[in-house]
């Protein structure tokens, strides 16, 4: 009996080192159907089509079922022998190559010859283009396409290794309205081919358009497979939420003055008419989607991303950042999402990298630095921010998680700021530590700072914002004070527009 | 929980235990090679010799050691040392041989020549590396190329010489029966190690040379830093010019190219991190001395001249390959700790 | 504007074309002549062979600064065979082709199993290769090359093309087609585009890399060779920096220092725009001094201009989706 199914997989578990990015997730797939695959920042979609992918391994025991034959192990190249196609929001194509070669490239390199049959490729790659129905010169440069022929091009791949299953990740992002209608006429093409495509995305909108089924994950958790005809956008909104863990609420002691204002601040590409204010004392959070803007627009606070227009006005008067090291000058401190890569030093000790931001402050009279004074001035934030173990010595790269994060958090505590941006602040952490450094955030604010937090953990956001941004498509689509903030509302904001609530 | 200041002896060694380790390499090797020269390698004349010459090459070596810490490479070193002696020489022969100027003149005036065409050479290599951010290999290989012409241009491919005895007596003086190359290079000794591990800007250096973004994203100002670098490393060859000049009073082109090689085997061999953010002045010193002391020795045992630069290549090949085994060896002890762990 | 007129190779013709015109204008009787025509040709056929093998380096954004010094083994040893093994033209060269392979496989075996740098291992061997050399030949002329190959040297084809032509052809025709036609010329430019990529699809890369190192040398090899047969005697001093020069023709031929693009004509008219423009500096009378400064400050201005344009195309690029 043939089933039904392309695709079924159980128990697929993957943990890392400090997080359990998917626990016992089920996900099935049927031939030829169009399976939106949904939920939050971190609910575990980009770790599951890895899986899927063969670029993770999952934790033992997890039971992978390919058109009814089960399958051991998997890597990048046998996940595509099995039919299994994964196209990545970075598309993983060759700039420098043609198109031809991008789609065909993959398959002939399988066939193991030395000789490139470029008449072959050139067919192979001629036959995907035409079934996409699209004009797309062969011999063109993939890197100077539009991103919209590109992705074109990375279906065509897909198509080329006979891909049964097509998995795309956030497929719309770069596309205008036209460009999107397009690659759906071609994935209801590839539906009546008995192809499957499954959407990781998160414009519900376009969703319902294609899709027939919904898979919810949240927290690393399968919550359910849903028919398209069940559900509306306030639905699945409530079910990607809808959530057991919760922080404590920590409330603001008192709010101060405005010490930050941003006008109408706008870079092509990345954000367009920012406008909000920062008050001393209070928890500013700024939520939204991957790839609303976020970070792209603190960096814009910290002279890492000069903005086109608009202005910034630190106290009243007008600032203007080209490096860090003005921003620093200013006052404000930055704590980077990537710590490994921007906020900390790992082969430096623990010392070093606490102190590297004031380092000019702990000279003697010589100008050279007073070992007595540096060591007593790391030791200070060392304790201050309760890392553990506190052995100055210690190199960053051997910290935990949170502890890790303390020293980031610390390095920037010893300039004394009146602002500190601090983007994810609990990315990689476990659930016991997260809530430590809520309180320590909390108690920094309520010492006077002015915080901005970005976020994508809703809980956090609930827990500690006194007021809430939610960003989306480079814009700010909503503010939310006090009692107004919600989970629902929030959600709303951060995958619809504004006229789309309902 | 405060660390005191005072670290006991053994656990600064255990520190250091690579550095540690060229000492008593550098001392198996002065025995072995006295041996093998059955005690000539010793002798007053070999070591006063030794102590001439190492100090023109230690400061090649030091140059180079300071823009490999942030990560690059300095092909440039010698020839913007060779190019700034030419200039230098041509200003002490305009003054003092043709000029019949005063040699105390002709001295100063070479001397700012040699620094001020030495710095606008690492200002150069500062200026595309740090500004513009261009691969440290591929600038100094221009650069390399540059100021080989422009030494060329000056010299035709010929030799200044006719340097003032005041001039001569910096390669060749002894004050208190130490040679004064030898003091020069002490003193540049001690404020490398001064620069690099007790100043603001040393600790930079060494930030940068780990991890460039998170330095930047402190506030640290990568591109001062790295021009400082590139400033210093020319500084070096200031000394090595006026050093080989001395030496060979005369100011030629392709003087001291040997020691590109040499400078780099050095400071992969002092412990020095080819990909940056690790090494020690000391270090560097050490691993100076060991190659001069195998130059001078092969020299002694009349080794063919060609064979040392064979065992020079080599030497670094050995070293990078033992670097690399031992970081293979080291990766896998700690995927059996962390497997162990997780159990 | 047509999409070839884009390219960088257009480009450079057309920088080439107005060094031709300058010349022209400055010097007409010593230029424009077939003779210096062909002596052009012929100074720069070596360098055009070498360039060959340096282009598959490059092109995985590697390097190889051993190549003089490989070359100046390569036509030692191969003079030596001759001499006193067997003086068959074609064995002298398989000799010198051979010796660049072991050479280059030596390369390759630190730099894509060892994982060393391209540049520091190039270096060290640098030191091995040059230092050996010197140690057989003890610095001097090999002049007693069979006269055989000496005569082979000298051949003219139609009474104006060097023989030497025919290795160019040869070379770049072979380069050409492994580029184009072989999927370890494919896996270059795969490499240089995308390493992760490029492994994700199959591509064994510590082999491919280990083969491009193999290719440097064979190709060096020939072109050592093909000097001895040019001038009739071995100069092992002749070829010291000589990498700098293949490098900057690769480098001014458009050929991206990250890796992923160039190509083999752009290469040649690096060679050819170098060749011009040492050519035309002998021809104005300007002084050959002035040409080390030259050849230096356009590989720094080639590689400057190739990294402000990947930092612009950073920052244009579209981070957000914005509504």
């Known amino acids: ?502 | ?343 | 504007m047509k999409e070839w007129m884009k390219t960088k190779e257009f480009m450079i013709l057309m920088i080439v074309s107005v060094v031709f015109l300058i010349i022209s204008i400055g010097n007409p009787t010593a230029f424009l002549n077939t003779g210096n025509i062909f002596d052009i040709v012929k100074s720069n056929l070596v360098l055009a062979i070498a360039a060959m093998g340096m282009l598959p380096i490059i092109l995985t954004g590697g390097i190889d600064v051993s190549v003089g010094a490989l070359m100046g083994v390569a036509s030692v040893m191969s003079a030596y065979f001759m001499i006193h093994v067997s003086d068959n033209i074609a064995l002298g060269f398989l000799a010198g082709a051979l010796t660049g392979v072991v050479l280059g496989a030596i390369n390759g075996a630190f730099i894509a199993f060892m994982k060393m740098p391209p540049i520091v291992a190039t270096l060290g061997t640098l030191s091995i290769y040059q230092g050996l050399m010197n140690f057989i030949t003890n610095g001097n002329w090999i002049t007693n090359i069979p006269a055989g190959f000496v005569e082979f040297g000298k051949q003219y084809l139609f009474d104006l093309v060097p023989i030497q032509f025919i290795f160019l052809i040869v070379m770049v025709t072979l380069t050409w087609w492994l580029l184009k036609y072989t999927y370890w010329g494919r896996g270059v430019f795969a490499i240089g585009g995308n390493i992760i990529s490029a492994e994700r699809i199959g591509f064994n890369v510590k082999k491919l890399q280990f083969m491009l190192y193999m290719f440097i040398g064979f190709v060096s090899g020939i072109a050592g060779v093909v000097r001895t047969s040019i001038f009739g005697q071995v100069d092992p001093k002749v070829f010291t920096g000589f990498e700098l020069k293949v490098i900057g023709a690769v480098v001014v031929g458009g050929a991206s220092t990250s890796g992923g693009y160039g190509s083999v004509l752009g290469t040649l008219l690096g060679v050819v725009l170098m060749g011009l423009l040492e050519n035309g500096m002998i021809l104005l009378k300007i002084p050959t001094f002035w040409q080390k400064i030259f050849i230096g400050s356009v590989i720094l201005f080639a590689v400057t201009a190739d990294i402000l344009r990947a930092r612009r195309a950073e920052a244009k690029r579209v981070k957000v989706d914005v509504a």
């Open chain 2, 1 to 343: 929980m405060n660390q005191s200041p005072k670290i006991p002896l053994y656990k600064s060694i255990r520190d250091n235990s690579k550095e540690a380790t060229l000492i008593v390499v550098f001392i198996v090797i002065t025995l072995l090679l006295t041996l093998l020269t059955k005690g000539k390698f010793l002798s007053s004349a070999n070591l006063v010799s030794m102590a001439f010459q190492l100090p023109e090459f230690g400061f090649i070596a030091l140059g180079m050691m300071v823009v490999v810490l942030t990560g690059g490479i300095n092909l440039s070193v010698i020839n913007t040392a060779a190019m700034s002696s030419i200039f230098g020489a041509l200003i002490i022969s305009k003054v003092f041989n043709q000029g019949a100027g005063n040699a105390t003149v002709a001295l100063i005036g070479g001397l700012i020549g040699i620094t001020v065409v030495a710095l606008l050479g690492g200002a150069l290599n500062g200026l595309a590396v740090a500004h513009f951010g261009v691969a440290p290999m591929l600038v100094t290989i221009s650069t390399m190329m540059i100021f080989e012409g422009v030494g060329l241009l000056i010299t035709k491919g010929g030799a200044i010489s006719g340097f003032p005895s005041n001039y001569m007596w910096i390669g060749a003086g002894k004050i208190l029966g130490i040679p004064f190359p030898m003091i020069l290079y002490i003193l540049a000794v001690i404020a490398f190690v001064i620069l690099l591990e007790h100043t603001v800007w040393g600790r930079q250096v060494y930030m940068v040379g780990c991890n460039p973004t998170a330095t930047y994203f402190s506030g640290v100002n990568n591109r001062s830093v790295l021009m400082r670098v590139y400033l210093l490393s020319a500084a070096c060859g200031i000394f090595a010019a006026v050093l080989i000049s001395s030496r060979y009073n005369s100011a030629k082109v392709d003087y001291g190219s040997s020691y590109l090689m040499k400078s780099i085997v050095a400071t992969v061999l002092g412990g020095t991190d080819i990909n940056g953010g690790y090494g020690k002045v000391i270090g560097t010193v050490t691993a100076v001395l060991i190659i001069q002391a195998i130059s001078s020795g092969l020299n002694l045992l009349n080794v063919n001249r060609f064979l040392t630069d064979v065992i020079m290549g080599g030497l670094l090949l050995v070293v990078l390959a033992i670097n690399f085994i031992s970081m293979v060896i080291s990766a896998r002890r700690n995927k059996q700790q962390a497997a162990a762990k997780a159990v």
């Open chain 1, 1 to 502: 009996m043939e089933s039904e199914y392309f695709l079924r997989v159980r128990n697929v578990s993957k943990t890392f080192p400090s997080v359990k990015a998917l626990d016992n997730v089920s996900f099935s797939v049927k031939k030829g159907e169009v399976h939106a695959l949904i939920g939050e920042n971190g609910a575990g979609k980009s770790t599951l089509i890895k899986v899927l992918a063969g670029v993770y391994e999952p934790d033992p025991g997890a039971h992978i079922e390919i058109e009814g034959e089960v399958i051991g192990k998997l890597n990048p190249i046998t996940s595509v022998r099995h039919g299994i196609s994964i196209i990545f929001q970075d598309f993983s194509l060759f700039a420098n190559l043609t198109v031809a070669e991008n789609i065909a490239m993959s398959s002939s390199l399988q066939q193991g010859s030395t000789l490139v049959d470029w008449k072959d490729m050139r067919q192979v790659a001629r036959k995907a283009i035409d079934y996409l129905g699209v004009d797309i010169p062969l011999d063109s440069r993939l890197g100077n396409l539009s991103i919209a022929k590109q992705q074109l091009v990375a279906i065509a791949r897909s198509l080329a290794s006979s891909a049964k299953l097509i998995i795309m990740d956030e497929p719309t992002s770069a596309l205008s309205k036209g460009e999107v209608d397009l690659l759906f006429k071609i994935i209801r093409n590839l539906q009546a081919d008995g192809i499957a495509v499954v959407f990781v995305s998160h414009k519900l909108e376009e969703l319902f358009e294609v899709c027939e089924t919904f898979t919810v994950l949240r927290d690393g958790k399968f919550i359910g497979d849903y028919p398209a005809k069940d559900m509306d956008n306030n639905k699945l909104i409530a079910l990607m939420v809808g959530r057991s863990v919760s922080y404590d609420r920590l409330e603001a002691k008192a709010i101060g003055d405005t010490i930050l204002e941003v006008q109408s601040l706008t870079k092509a590409g990345n954000f367009k008419d920012i406008s909000f204010q920062l008050h001393r004392g209070e928890i500013l959070g700024i939520t939204g989607l991957v790839g609303s803007g976020r970070t792209e627009m603190v960096h814009a606070l910290f002279g890492l991303n000069k903005p086109d227009s608009g202005t910034i006005l630190l106290n009243g008067s007008p600032v203007d950042f080209s490096t860090p090291s003005d921003a620093v000058a200013a006052g404000i401190a930055f704590v980077p999402e990537n710590r490994a890569l921007e906020g900390l030093v790992l082969r430096q000790n623990m010392r070093d990298n606490i102190t590297l931001a004031v380092l000019n402050q702990l000279t003697n009279s010589l100008k050279l630095i007073d070992q007595k004074r540096l060591q007593a001035e790391a030791s200070k934030w060392i304790s201050e921010i309760n890392v553990r173990p506190a052995v100055p010595d210690m190199l960053a790269g051997q910290f935990s998680g949170g502890n890790a994060q303390r020293i980031v958090i610390g390095k920037w505590l010893a300039t004394h700021p009146k602002i500190l941006i601090i983007d994810e602040p609990t990315n990689g952490i476990d659930v016991g530590a997260k809530a430590e450094i809520h309180r320590l955030m909390r108690q920094l604010a309520d010492d006077g700072m002015a915080v901005i937090m970005i976020s994508s953990e809703l809980p956090e956001v609930l827990a500690i914002s006194d007021r809430v941004l939610v960003m989306r498509r480079g814009r700010i689509n909503g503010e939310f004070t006090g009692s107004q903030i919600n989970s629902e509302a929030i959600m709303n904001k951060a995958f619809l527009a504004d006229n789309k609530v309902g």
